[in-house]
């Protein structure tokens, strides 16, 4: 990757320094670019909408992460002289230039004229429901499809996985120790930060830490530890470096003999006046060690030495050892949080809601003989109905119905007017507001929705205008097959 700079802290992944970066996206939106060059319909305005179609984990909702950075991308999109040559050189079939030298040319001018209007990072979004919505001449929505998609579905992916494990730890420090098991640099950084709106306390990830000032947290490899041919040489030595911050790894070799060691070194420390951090569990009966730990611990009077426990946790492991009551302070969490493990795409979509020709706009859906794969026709927002603090229920309509300028204190719009023609309209939203909002996003959830298992699915109700003109569009769509 080429970078031009130093990244400023706000941003979560490379694209903004990668050289090409317009080039981020598939083949085929060039294509349809194109095509509506030559047609003379690319400066047509189009409403696009990206939404999920299945809540992720089997779960009951997902917690929204990425959209600054996503508006992030669309502010800085721009076709650089390099990018514009690569393409010139891709040929057809019949080996002519596959885009037309004024196709290219007017792309090496295009700027984001975009409205984008959008939940904010940190909060609970349901199925179906309009997480953005895109404003603009249709050629640039389409070339912007596949990063929107890209850095929202993954970034939402893990702010909702770690917000799960956090909620299993029952509000006991999660910390993100995933970077090693992430898919590339991009992939770790970006989960780091979502993982960080969802919970997560600490990051043993050293570029996000210093970029996004997420707290660094880290213990002790095995093979520190392996480097020595007595564990309890390795224990003092790591002591003797960080006598107020040791924290040792005690499974390498056998973890009962390590708590020991780990004890015998503690209290030498605490003798001089120190105070020890911790001591780490890695693998075995979690449940069974960590009581071992703590009844050692204990018993040598170093009450403030934490436990953690890491290797492959998830939010159900969490919840098992909760649930058995194991003296575990911080639960260390990697694959399982980066790779977002046991549902690795959010599986986002991006569609064509309406469209102006001529000066007359017309409404689009996506029909499906598929359960679940229809999207639905016009622009849309989301109001939501709360009662003594908790969501009841969301309402999805037009932007511009007379609903929304009656709106109780009981209930909300959550898109905002976020971008207006590529330009932020609001101040940017920092780590730390994302972070405070979606704690209030999941204190609002109600209690049956906070289930792991499956739960009766929360209201998202469509308005009747919304649904009448579905309808009567199936009902056309319907007529011309028939005729």
Not at 211 to 232: C, D, E, L, W
Not at 277 to 292: E, F, K, T, V
């Amino acid at each position: 990757m080429g970078f031009h700079g130093p990244p400023p802290k706000e941003f979560v992944i490379f694209h903004h320094y990668v050289k090409n970066a317009c080039l981020l996206t598939d083949f085929y939106q060039f294509t349809m670019a194109q095509a509506y060059f030559h047609q003379g319909r690319h400066d047509n305005k189009a409403v696009f909408h990206l939404f999920f179609r299945r809540n992720p984990f089997n779960g009951n909702w997902a917690l929204v992460s990425g959209i600054n950075d996503a508006l992030d991308f669309v502010s800085h999109f721009k076709f650089d002289g390099d990018s514009i040559n690569h393409l010139a050189t891709m040929k057809n079939s019949r080996g002519k230039p596959f885009f037309s030298e004024e196709f290219l040319s007017f792309l090496s001018q295009a700027k984001p004229r975009l409205d984008i209007a959008s939940v904010k990072d940190g909060e609970i979004v349901f199925p179906f429901e309009p997480i953005l919505r895109i404003e603009g001449p249709i050629f640039l929505c389409q070339l912007l499809e596949t990063p929107l998609l890209n850095i929202v579905n993954f970034q939402t992916l893990i702010a909702t996985k770690a917000a799960r494990m956090v909620d299993a730890a029952q509000n006991k420090p999660v910390v993100d120790f995933g970077f090693r098991r992430a898919q590339g640099f991009d992939g770790a950084i970006s989960a780091s930060k979502a993982a960080f709106i969802g919970g997560i306390r600490a990051t043993s990830n050293m570029w996000a830490s210093k970029n996004f000032s997420i707290p660094a947290s880290g213990t002790q490899g095995h093979s520190f530890v392996m480097s020595y041919r007595k564990q309890r040489d390795a224990f003092l030595d790591f002591a003797s470096v960080f006598p107020d911050d040791c924290v040792v790894v005690v499974d390498t070799f056998s973890a009962m003999a390590g708590i020991d060691d780990a004890v015998a070194v503690f209290s030498e420390l605490k003798k001089k006046g120190h105070q020890p951090m911790g001591l780490r569990l890695d693998s075995g009966d979690l449940i069974q060690l960590s009581r071992a730990a703590r009844t050692a611990l204990d018993r040598a009077g170093l009450y403030d030495c934490k436990i953690i426990a890491s290797g492959d946790l998830d939010e159900y492991e969490i919840a098992r050892l909760e649930e058995a009551k194991a003296p575990i302070d911080v639960y260390g969490v990697g694959t399982r949080l980066v790779t977002a493990h046991d549902d690795p795409a959010l599986g986002g979509v991006y569609k064509l809601a309406a469209l102006e020709e001529k000066g007359i706009w017309r409404d689009t859906f996506k029909a499906s003989t598929a359960i679940g794969k229809e999207s639905w026709p016009g622009p849309q927002t989301i109001v939501r109905t709360f009662h003594e603090g908790k969501m009841v229920s969301d309402h999805i309509v037009h932007p511009k119905d007379r609903a929304l300028a009656q709106l109780t204190e009981d209930q909300k719009e959550l898109l905002g007017l976020l971008m207006r023609q590529g330009s932020f309209a609001t101040p940017k939203q920092d780590l730390l507001s994302a972070r405070a909002d979606a704690v209030k996003s999941l204190a609002a959830l109600p209690a049956a929705l906070r289930s792991r298992s499956k739960a009766p699915p929360y209201p998202v109700v469509f308005d009747d205008a919304i649904l009448r003109k579905k309808a009567q569009q199936m009902r056309q769509i319907a007529h011309e097959d028939l005729t």
